[in-house]
Every structure is written in structure tokens, then in C-alpha cells.
């Protein structure tokens, strides 16, 4: 396993971000500093990256439902709940593939595989995001128009990839950004505040019945059709 890879998979992040630590010299074996891209160390050696130890893990693909009120990091500053304590002390460290605000719920992926992670989150890819937004009175539908062809948030044009009308105030809203708190600021520049946002499908995962603050490990199917999103 080349050393890139064998980074990735101790959890240190994407092969990228991993070949920008070995270049910069952080990465030692055996005490000797490595900037050799294709060395490939084995369970034997000793590989560090600023002086700890590295240990690679199993990998390990868990879907979340966030409930509100949780913050998708590992710490906060306000000392508020993560999503990280709704999971067992003994997991190896993950990812969150993006991002639920504190009051937003739903569906998320955590992962210690960095490709995937960066995959999942690259604007490339414009992978759907599906979310049930519930609003504080009813839709004008006629409003739908300037949604889907976007508008400016922070110098970015915001894009709603689809709209769908459930009731009056229930809408399903399919992205393909990653643009912060999205969905609550383009409803508010129409006029609109947000009540409840769920987050109930990513790519072809569906969050299906999981109980809020639960978590499940993905099947290979899942993992598959998350690799092979294009």
C-alpha cells in the first residue's frame, strides 16, 4: 500500500491532503523522514506524522440521522452537542461528508475514508442532496422560476436544482451546492423562514426509517452506488 493510501486509511484525511504532508516533510518511518510518494510501508514499520504514531483501521461507512440541535464537528465552542457524541467512544475517527446546521436534521455519511469523504463532497460530482423543508406559510408557487435559475448569496449564485410542492408549506428541494445554511437564506431572501429542514437522501442513500439519533453501517450496495456517483 503506497504511502498515500496508508495515511488515508489511518484516518488522516484525503490522498491528497496526505501527499501535501508528505511533501512538506512530516512524515517519517522509522524515525527517517519520508517524502518518497511511493514508498510503501508494512505492519512492521513505524510510521509518524509530527511525531505520532499512525495505525491504519478497519474502514468504516456509517449513515447518521443528525436530530436538531447537534453540530455537525467534532468540538464547539459553545459547548453545544456534536453529532460525534451520538456514537460509540470505541469508533475510529470519522468524517462527516458535509455539513447540518445546528437546527437542521437528517441524513448524514461518516467515514474514515478520505477519498471518499472528498469525493462525496467535491462540487465536481454535483451529487443530489434531497431535503424536506417546511416553511412558516404557504408557497407561492410562482416564485419557484427564480429559485431554480438562482440567485446571488456572498458573490455565488445559489441554485435550487429542483422543487417540488407536497402541501402548501411542505416542499422537497434537491441541490447539487454546498453553499452555507443554503436553503434557509434563499427562502428568506423570498420572503420565507424556514420551520424544519431534513435532510432525507443523499446521491442514491435514503435515509429511510432511521430513528433520530441513530446511526447504521452501510451496506456494500450503498457503498458501491456512492463510489460510482459520477
Given at each position: 500500500?503506497?504511502?498515500n ?9 484525503s ?6 504532508l ?13 517524502t518518497?510518494?511511493?514508498a ?11 511525531g ?9 461507512h ?12 467534532r ?8 453529532i460525534?457524541?451520538?456514537l460509540?467512544?470505541k469508533f ?14 437528517g441524513?448524514?455519511i461518516?467515514t ?42 456572498d458573490?455565488?449564485r445559489a ?6 410542492t407536497?402541501?402548501?408549506t411542505?416542499?422537497?428541494?434537491v ?6 445554511r ?5 427562502f ?5 423562514r424556514v ?31 456512492l463510489?460510482?456517483t459520477?
Amino acid at each position: 500500500m503506497r504511502l498515500n493510501r496508508f495515511l488515508a486509511a489511518a484516518g488522516i484525511g484525503s490522498r491528497r491532503h496526505c501527499d501535501e504532508l508528505i511533501a512538506a516533510g512530516h512524515v517519517t518511518i522509522n524515525g527517517q523522514v519520508c517524502t518518497n510518494f511511493s514508498a510503501q510501508p508494512d505492519e512492521h514499520d513505524h510510521v509518524k506524522v509530527n511525531g505520532k504514531i499512525v495505525r491504519t483501521e478497519q474502514p468504516l461507512h456509517i449513515a447518521l440521522h443528525k436530530p436538531a440541535g447537534f453540530v455537525s464537528t467534532r468540538t464547539d465552542p459553545k459547548a453545544r452537542d456534536t453529532i460525534f457524541d451520538l456514537l460509540p467512544a470505541k469508533f475510529p475517527r470519522l468524517f462527516n461528508v458535509g455539513r447540518l446546521d445546528a437546527q437542521s436534521e437528517g441524513l448524514l455519511i461518516l467515514t474514515n475514508d478520505g477519498d471518499l469523504a472528498q469525493r462525496l463532497m467535491h462540487p465536481r460530482y454535483k451529487i443530489d442532496k434531497e431535503y424536506e423543508v417546511i416553511l412558516d406559510h404557504a408557497w407561492e408557487a410562482a416564485l419557484t422560476p427564480k429559485l431554480l435559475r438562482g440567485i446571488l448569496l456572498d458573490g455565488e449564485r445559489a441554485r435550487i436544482a429542483q422543487l417540488h410542492t407536497r402541501t402548501a408549506t411542505r416542499l422537497r428541494v434537491v441541490l447539487r451546492q454546498g453553499i452555507n445554511r443554503q436553503i434557509r437564506r434563499m427562502f428568506e431572501v423570498m420572503g420565507y423562514r424556514v420551520e424544519r429542514l431534513m435532510r432525507t437522501r443523499i446521491g442514491k442513500l435514503r435515509l429511510g426509517e432511521l430513528p433520530r439519533g441513530h446511526w447504521r453501517p452501510l451496506t456494500k450496495s450503498e457503498l458501491a452506488s456512492l463510489r460510482e456517483t459520477r
